[in-house]
């Protein structure tokens, strides 16, 4: 018996147990896994095979490709995949509501991880005083080297199209962050006619409404050559698949100091000689670790070692 013709895909899209996928030509079909569990996610590429004559034009997905990295989450008890093969994720935060740096450095703890570049997004640059205070709790991660944009999403939209176009070009980008940032806003701009749904603050629980339900592929240019992932908005950010001994090599500002430490195996929390808490100080200075950022990397350790509980 001739073997089934496989087809090379891209997944463009999940629904559930199905997914979208789209051929080299720029037709979609939604496609469904071999097998009762779906392994796919948004970025995956894939060889597929066509329904049988007369039973339509969906197809079944026969084989995952080997992924360059993966984007995840992980709590106590499931794992979120965002989407593979990335180059780059954009995180968008706001100056309203007040952005959590917590949730930042979680999002970018986990790009770290995978190594994949990491760009922040600092929206609503016309809240004049709420975006001056953002900005300025910003500085420690400028001062590591990230890029942060000052964005003005629904009032200069000329301005940042043109500026994320420089960032974007010939890339595959994430664009996460949580509700109320400005994703949905961000992927019409950049993809006129996307039709991602935008949602308005909840003002009196000063977090945003979730809108974006499933994740998707939307392609920037006609050549197809500069992609964006809109993803669901999310409230928490667990990191349980980092060990805690790997957290520090995943935070700039705690790695440059950490070979400064008497033991190599210094956790960073209570050993003498340790170079990441002589560095720890309140003086804005381009080779000190803000209080803030090392008070994330103890709770962070602590949460990372705490055992199971199911």
Request: charged residues 20%; glycine residues 8%; proline residues 6%.
């Amino acid at each position: 018996m001739a073997a089934p013709d496989l087809h090379d895909g891209l997944v463009v899209a999940t629904h559930g147990r199905h997914c979208m996928v789209e051929s080299p030509d720029g037709s979609r079909r939604i496609c469904h896994p071999r097998g009762k569990k779906s392994q796919t996610v948004v970025g995956d590429r894939v060889r597929w095979q066509a329904a049988p004559a007369g039973q339509g034009d969906e197809g079944t997905v026969e084989k995952v490709l080997p992924r360059r990295n993966l984007f995840y989450r992980q709590d106590e008890l499931r794992t979120k995949s965002f989407a593979a093969n990335l180059d780059q994720i954009l995180v968008l935060v706001a100056a309203e509501p007040e952005l959590s740096a917590h949730q930042l450095s979680r999002a970018l703890i986990a790009a770290e991880a995978e190594h994949i570049l990491p760009i922040v997004g600092l929206n609503k640059r016309d809240l004049a005083v709420p975006f001056a205070k953002a900005w300025e709790r910003l500085a420690p991660y400028r001062g590591m080297g990230y890029t942060v944009l000052p964005l003005a999403l629904t009032t200069a939209a000329a301005e940042d199209r043109d500026r994320l176009l420089a960032l974007l070009a010939g890339k595959t980008t994430l664009v996460l962050g949580p509700s109320g940032a400005g994703k949905s806003t961000l992927i019409n701009l950049m993809v006129p006619g996307a039709l991602a749904a935008t949602g308005e603050i909840s003002q009196a629980l000063n977090s945003g409404k979730h809108t974006t339900t499933s994740t998707s592929w939307y392609w920037v240019d006609a050549d197809r050559t500069t992609a964006l992932i809109d993803s669901p908005g999310f409230q928490e950010f667990g990191l349980h698949h980092i060990p805690p001994a790997s957290l520090a090599t995943c935070m700039p500002d705690i790695a440059a100091h950490a070979a400064d430490c008497r033991f190599y195996n210094c956790s960073h929390l209570h050993e003498p000689g340790c170079g990441v808490r002589d560095a720890v100080r309140d003086d804005g200075a381009d080779d000190s670790i803000d209080p803030h950022r090392y008070r994330i990397y103890c709770d962070l350790h602590a949460e990372l070692s705490q055992p199971p509980r199911y």
